[in-house]
T-cell receptor
Framework: DSGVTQTPKHLITATGQRVTLRCSPR?????VYWYQQSLDQGLQFLIQ???????AKGNILERFSAQQFPDLHSELNLSSLELGDSALYFC??????????????FGEGSRLTVL | EDQVTQSPEALRLQEGESSSLNCSYT??????LFWYRQDPGKGPEFLFT???AGEEKEKERLKATLTKKESFLHITAPKPEDSATYLC????????????FGKGTHLIIQP
């Protein structure tokens, strides 16, 4: 158990809809990362928050947004969903901001299926 | 653009049969090279960090090494419980602090 909690574990929705994925980081970790994993693309970095502030942005679509709340939990909002958004979405946390140790603790992911 | 390429995509070994997984990277200003293990239905689990060419790290039957262009994960006398997907990731100095992951090597160890 990594200590990172993600909900929901599975989500099925229709094209055009909006969903919110939730992540509680490991106790004491200030950084939260969101990754998308699909069979053809592998793990793709979406966005990072550190202590409530956006720190780094990767390949995140404009239809997607995220935030980190004062209690450090984070939410990833996906809107105007398309079939291609079907994937596993992982949250990871770490204690530091730079990510230089590379030691991220991943949750078990939220599997999104868009029909 | 930062790139991490892993080979082979899949590898099937007999228990006790040692081998190596390859990770080649093209990143601007490598700040770190990382190995993770991912079991089916789980999130990746951190294994190693390597910072500079020539560095080596070991954990049980696994040893990771780093050169200026690639990293290897050597698996010595593997057991069935070593079966997993092994992911390599790089952190560049190019800007974003997110890791660039390879697509992984799916390793199966047969008893």
């Amino acid at each position: 158990d990594s200590g990172v909690t993600q909900t929901p574990k599975h989500l099925i929705t229709a094209t055009g809809q909006r969903v919110t994925l939730r992540c509680s980081p490991r106790s004491g970790d200030l950084s939260v990362y969101w990754y998308q994993q699909s069979l053809d693309q592998g793990l793709q970095f979406l966005i990072q928050y550190y202590n409530g502030e956006e720190r780094a942005k990767g390949n995140i679509l404009e239809r997607f947004s995220a935030q980190q709340f004062p209690d450090l939990h984070s939410e990833l909002n996906l809107s105007s969903l398309e079939l291609g958004d079907s994937a596993l979405y992982f949250c990871a946390s770490s204690v530091e901001a730079s990510g230089r140790t590379g030691e991220l603790f991943f949750g078990e992911g939220s599997r999104l299926t868009v029909l | 653009e930062d790139q991490v390429t892993q080979s082979p995509e899949a590898l099937r070994l007999q228990e006790g049969e040692s081998s190596s997984l390859n990770c080649s990277y093209t990143v601007s200003g490598l700040r770190g090279l990382f190995w993770y293990r991912q079991d089916p239905g789980k999130g990746p689990e951190f294994l190693f960090t390597l910072y500079s060419a020539g560095e080596e790290k070991e954990k049980e039957r696994l040893k990771a090494t780093l050169t200026k262009k690639e990293s290897f994960l050597h698996i010595t006398a593997p057991k069935p419980e070593d079966s997993a997907t092994y992911l390599c990731a790089a952190l560049s100095g190019g800007g974003a602090d997110g890791l660039t992951f390879g697509k992984g090597t799916h390793l199966i160890i047969q008893p």
